[in-house]
Structures are given as C-alpha cells and as structure tokens.
C-alpha cells in the first residue's frame, strides 16, 4: 500500500486532483482512481486532470464485477 500512496505523490494526484485516490493503470496513458464519492473513473497521468476523469465504475463492486466479467 505504500508504493500506491507514493506513486499518488509521484503523480501530484492530491495537487491536481484532490480527493482522487489512482490505484492502477489500464495500460493506455491513465490512472485508474477513486473519486470522492467513491465511484471508479480514469485519470490522465499526464495532467492528472478531474476535470478530466471518465467514469468507469460506480463502486469498487462494480469495478470488481467488470474485472471478472459478471455483471455484479
């Protein structure tokens, strides 16, 4: 777990996009995160914009369901 906060720091998430917590990549240029309301969203790494996040979950749950392809 400290290596995710210290890529958080790395990145200046809280700077940029504060309340965001970025926990993995998809491989393509941006973070995967949590918002401040709990949903999942994607996150450029280079901006690290919230202005710019994509939704991609609406809970962890649901992020888990989509990784292990069921629809919970």
């Known amino acids: 777990m400290a290596d995710v906060a210290q890529y958080?720091?790395?990145y200046e998430v809280e700077k940029y996009a504060a309340?965001?917590?970025g926990f993995g990549s998809n491989g393509g240029?941006?973070?995967f995160a949590?918002?401040?309301v709990g949903s999942i969203?994607?996150?450029p790494f280079?901006?690290?914009s919230a202005s710019e996040a994509r939704h991609v979950a609406s809970s962890w749950e649901?992020?888990?369901g989509m990784l292990r392809?069921?629809?919970a």
């Open 8 to 10: 958080n720091a790395n």
């Open 69 to 71: 392809g069921s629809d």
């Open 41 to 43: 969203v994607c996150l």
């Open 62 to 64: 649901s992020f888990e």
């Open 46 to 48: 280079v901006g690290v």
């Open 29 to 31: 240029g941006e973070m």
């Open 34 to 36: 949590v918002s401040p």
């Open 19 to 21: 309340g965001y917590f």
